[in-house]
């Protein structure tokens, strides 16, 4: 337990140092403890979950949680919560092995984000973090979706609730580092997105005026 607990401070350090922390987790990636031992294996199997090519041309998950954490490095100091937003960043679609299924030859992955509040709770209560940090890492994960379900009008689009959970300042910068984090990003999809992440905000405080 005294090694695990040391590759989670590891983890915490690359996440909130590194211009590039992807490099870090690379090197750690065919690692013995990080493929057998759990809580890590949350995370390793990431690298067997494959994705929609259409959406996510970069490939499994495991890449794509590796873009996203260095989309989150180059973003953090715009979070009030450097750590629960990179951490946030590396758990995003920790849920995704267990919802991802293929269906008439396309690859879903329905309700990743309300397993993933569960298994990043899991993870990081492993380790003994503070209750606070685990409910705001957690509900971070649980409400990624958002943006995406707010800008394609989708009935899974709960801004009431998720208002009430976390800053939606925090949602819409892991948002952006989630889209950026697959496939090209040319400067007509940055444009797009910022323009989609400004429609989010403006419905989000809407909604807290109101």
């Known amino acids: 337990m005294i090694m695990l607990k040391r590759y989670f401070y590891e983890f915490t350090e690359h996440l909130l140092e590194d211009d590039k922390p992807s490099a870090y987790f690379r090197k750690i990636e065919d690692q013995d403890f990080f493929n057998n031992e759990y809580p890590f294996t949350l995370l390793s199997r990431l690298k067997n979950t494959e994705q929609n090519l259409k959406w996510h041309p970069e490939g499994n998950v495991w890449n794509h949680t590796l873009n996203v954490i260095d989309n989150g490095a180059l973003l953090k100091e715009k979070s009030d919560d450097p750590l629960v937003f990179m951490w946030s960043c ?15 030859g396309r690859i879903t992955a329905y309700d990743h ?5 569960r298994l990043a709770a899991e993870f ?4 003994g973090c503070d209750g606070d940090f685990v409910y705001k890492v957690s509900k971070m994960v649980r409400w990624h979706m958002q943006v995406l379900m707010v800008i394609k009008n989708l009935p899974q689009a709960d801004l009431e609730t998720m208002v009430k959970e976390v800053p939606v300042h ?16 040319t400067r007509e999809v940055l444009e797009e997105e ?17």
């Open 90 to 104: 590396l758990l995003h679609d920790i849920g995704k092995p267990e919802t991802t299924k293929l269906t008439k």
């Open 170 to 185: 925090e949602i819409a910068l892991l948002a952006m580092c989630d889209r950026l984090g697959r496939g090209e990003v």
């Open 194 to 210: 910022r323009k989609n992440i400004k429609y989010f905000l403006e419905k989000c405080m809407s909604l807290l005026n109101s």
């Open 113 to 117: 984000d309300k397993a993933g509040e």
């Open 124 to 127: 990081l209560n492993f380790f």
